[in-house]
């Protein structure tokens, strides 16, 4: 079942004043799950081989965000990532 037939059949249901059919919510379901499962085409690699090669402009096209600033959040996540694991593996001895 499509996305769009799928909205359709959502929005029917919502115009609908009669008592739902749990066959139709089933068949809902069925959907939303057979399309937010689908097998995604993926690059292998593509982060450590292919990201690092891009240019400042094409970093900034690609994900909407300046080189610099990723890199400032990725040091904050860092710091705040390995400070609280320190803290854990402090609090198991």
């Keep these: ?6 909205i359709e059949l959502m929005e029917s249901r919502l115009d609908d004043d009669s008592s739902s059919s749990s066959d139709e919510d089933e068949m809902i379901i069925n959907a939303i799950n057979s399309i937010s499962q689908r097998k995604r085409c993926r690059i292998h690699h593509y982060v450590s081989g292919v990201v690092p090669h ?3 402009m094409e970093f900034r096209a690609h994900f909407r965000l300046h080189k610099a600033t990723f890199d400032n959040l990725l040091g904050n996540y860092d710091r705040l990532y390995f400070s609280r694991r320190k803290f854990l593996e402090y609090m198991k001895l």
């Design 54 to 56: 891009y240019s400042l």
């Design 1 to 6: 079942m499509s996305a769009i037939v799928l």
